[in-house]
């Protein structure tokens, strides 16, 4: 089972960027996707990119302009780059990983989950 922390988070300004790390230490053999999500105060929590096993990508609409998303196999470590970055884009970051293939976004299909990293992006 993956074991994932983030880190990378913290404050930036409008326009500015941000990148995000998350270091999977536990077992990835049977992970097939990594993903990001996000979830601001009062919101819900939503996906922002995935990026499968084989490199493949997907993206939220709000973010798929702006952010990036990759991994480091040797590492172990999944990175989403932000640039540009928007007061709306504040809250808390996720790193998760699923058994099932990249495009099943739902939060319900990634099973193992780090502690999240917090974003503030001021204008």
């Known amino acids: 089972q993956a074991q994932l922390e983030e880190s990378g988070g913290g404050l930036v300004q409008a326009g500015g960027s941000l990148r995000l790390s998350c270091a999977d230490s536990?077992?990835?053999?049977?992970?097939?996707?990594w993903g990001w999500f996000r979830q601001a105060p009062g919101k819900d929590r939503e996906f922002i990119a995935a990026?499968?096993?084989?490199?493949?990508?997907n993206f939220a609409d709000s973010v798929k302009d702006r952010f990036t998303i990759s991994r480091d196999n040797a590492k172990n470590t999944v990175y989403l780059q932000m640039n540009s970055l928007k007061p709306e884009d504040t809250a808390d970051y996720y790193c998760?990983?699923?058994?099932?293939?990249?495009?099943?976004?739902?939060?319900?299909?990634?099973?193992?989950w780090g502690q999240g990293t917090h974003v503030t992006v001021s204008s």
């Open positions: 536990g077992r990835t053999s049977n992970t097939l996707q």
């Open positions: 998760a990983a699923s058994t099932y293939p990249l495009g099943l976004r739902n939060a319900a299909y990634f099973r193992s």
């Open positions: 990026i499968s096993r084989t490199g493949g990508t």
